[in-house]
Nanobody, 126 residues
Framework: QVQLVESGGGSVQTGGSLRLSCGVSGYTYSTYCMAWFRQAPGKEREGVANINSNGITRYASSVKGRFTITTDNAKNTLYLQMNSLKAEDTAMYYC????????????????????WGQGTQVTVSS
């Protein structure tokens, strides 16, 4: 059974940094696309960044240059380093994974992912 557990969320001031982690267990596939999504109150869940087993990383335009997605395969962990945080980054952040190395457009769609974590809250205030 695949399980994803996020951690690292919290409250930070504008311009600050946070690093989110997503521990993965039970995943036995040789390929993957792993992603971070976020959802603010009253808004749809949106893709933030993703990385696949070919090493390709992709970012939403709203976070490009500020966020970095990485994996530590030895630790079965996905990370999201978030710098220069803004109030509009406030949301619940979720990690997700799917066995397919998804194409660009699919990789930002929540419906393309099979496995999800429970989320971790990020709050950015001025």
């Amino acid at each position: 059974q695949v399980q994803l557990v996020e951690s690292g969320g919290g409250s930070v001031q504008t311009g600050g940094s946070l690093r989110l982690s997503c521990g993965v267990s039970g995943y036995t596939y040789s390929t993957y696309c792993m992603a971070w999504f976020r959802q603010a109150p009253g808004k749809e869940r949106e893709g933030v960044a993703n990385i696949n087993s070919n090493g390709i990383t992709r970012y939403a335009s709203s976070v490009k240059g500020r966020f970095t997605i990485t994996t530590d395969n030895a630790k079965n962990t996905l990370y999201l380093q978030m710098n220069s945080l803004k109030a509009e980054d406030t949301a619940m952040y979720y990690c997700a994974t799917d066995p397919l190395p998804l194409d660009y457009y699919s990789s930002f769609r929540p419906s393309a992912y099979t496995y999800w974590g429970q989320g971790t809250q990020v709050t950015v205030s001025s």
